[in-house]
């Protein structure tokens, strides 16, 4: 228990240390699209991620593995090849965001797996958005969830607090099987079986939802299977979407009104505002307009 209590407290303190940083981040359409192609193909980051959670100690257990691999793939190629199909206009994002972050480009198929990289979709136990954050992680990693927002659905601030979480995971574990494993069961339940059973992912795999078991063959597998997908088809070139700041007062359908902007279109972007408003609270929201608006959006907001 001494050893549970102790884990717990760096966890804490280490989001209450930093917890000033979350949501400040902001990422640009400009950013995107930077050689994202050459960087998931040779990126080392990926080799190590590779390398590291492909390592079984047992032949057999690694024959098992490869074997549950590609069961996977097989049984759900369609799936995968959907999800990536999903994906395409918000992966070079989710590159960019990690490669900013200095982390593994391969995490790009967590939100595969978890969502199918549908934004908007909401689970049994209230997880929402394209990485599937749960309220309270969503709000402790900087997102504003309540009834009129709720930015989990914002696929950039999303994003950056997906990146903000998977590290701090990773410097509390400092292994990315229990950081995998983390992600999918949530950190609480990965911390309790490591009190009792080990600091090790083999040693504690025994002991988390089939689900959680399961979670890192799936990992492995769309990783593999994905990356040769995403480098044969090539990424797009261009967003589909471009970003304004802005803070509340706003609306949707005057928004829509004001900018030429087809309301559906501005609706379907902007999932986030679930009531279709900006409240004006003081913070600063993401509105996402279609590809060569967002200059014009600006200026008639800066009018305004």
């Known amino acids: 228990m001494t050893k549970l209590l102790i884990i717990n407290v760096i966890f804490v303190t280490t ?8 949501g400040k981040e902001f990422i640009s359409e400009r950013e995107l ?4 192609e050459m960087k998931l193909a040779n990126s080392p980051d990926i080799e190590r991620l590779e390398m590291y959670i492909s390592q079984i ?5 690694k024959l098992d593995s490869e074997k549950e691999k590609e069961n996977f793939i097989s049984k759900n190629r369609k799936f ?5 199909e999903n994906g395409k206009k ?3 994002m989710v590159l960019s965001v990690l490669v900013k972050h ?23 136990k209230g997880a929402a958005g394209i990485w599937q954050f749960v309220p309270q992680t969503a709000r402790t990693f900087g997102l504003v969830v309540n009834k009129q927002v709720d930015e989990r659905l914002d696929p950039i601030k999303s994003t950056i607090a997906a990146a903000n979480y998977i590290k701090y995971l990773y410097s509390i574990f400092g292994d990315w099987k229990l950081v995998l494993a983390s992600y999918n069961a949530g950190h609480n339940k990965v911390i309790s079986k490591i009190s009792y059973h080990g600091s090790s992912f083999n040693s504690i795999d025994k002991h988390l939802p089939k689900q959680t078991q399961n979670y890192i063959v799936k990992f492995t597998a769309l990783s593999q299977e994905g990356k040769k997908i995403l480098l044969k088809e090539g990424l797009p070139k261009e967003s589909e979407m471009e970003v304004v700041p802005l803070r509340g007062g706003y609306d949707i359908k005057t928004l829509a009104k004001i900018s030429y902007i087809p309301e559906k279109k501005l609706r379907e972007l902007n999932k ?6 900006i409240p004006d609270d003081g913070n600063e929201y993401n509105l996402y307009v279609p590809k060569g608006y967002e200059r014009f959006v600006e200026a008639i907001l800066n009018k305004s």
Do not use: W
């Not at 699209?33 to 994202?36: P, S, W, Y």
């Not at 100690?57 to 257990?61: D, F, I, L, R």
């Not at 995968?80 to 990536?84: A, C, D, G, R």
């Open 57 to 61: 100690s047992k032949n057999e257990e």
């Open 90 to 92: 918000y992966i070079p």
């Open 102 to 124: 200095n982390l593994p480009l391969e995490l790009v198929f967590i939100p595969a797996i978890e969502s199918g990289y549908i934004n908007g979709i909401t689970s049994s």
């Open 15 to 22: 989001l209450l240390l930093n917890a000033v940083s979350f």
């Open 80 to 84: 995968i090849e959907k999800s990536l």
């Open 33 to 36: 699209f930077i050689g994202l």
């Open 272 to 277: 986030h505002f679930l009531k279709g408003v």
